[in-house]
């Protein structure tokens, strides 16, 4: 099961970055990307995102999700 969902996140990821290669995306970002999900997708594919978009609560930790 996770192996699908990592090959169906890399096929996304390569179509945006198609998309931005073409000018039709200005910047590609994810969400909630961890530390080892950031250095997989920049091992596997030539894409950099922008951004990882996180929610900030005051009393919800997300420090996992900081590079």
Same mark, same amino acid.
């Given at each position: 099961?996770?192996?699908? @969902?990592?090959?169906?996140? @890399?096929? $996304?990821?390569?179509?945006?970055? $198609? $998309?931005? $290669? ?10 909630? =990307? ?7 997708? =920049? ?20 420090? @996992?999700?900081?590079?």
């Amino acid at each position: 099961m996770a192996a699908a @969902r990592r090959r169906r996140c @890399r096929r $996304a990821l390569e179509g945006d970055g $198609a $998309a931005y $290669a073409d000018g039709r995306a200005r910047a590609i970002g994810v969400s909630y =990307f961890q530390k080892h999900h950031l250095e997989r997708l =920049f091992a596997e594919t030539e894409v950099a995102p922008a951004a990882n978009q996180l929610e900030v609560r005051p009393y919800r930790d997300q420090n @996992r999700c900081a590079p």
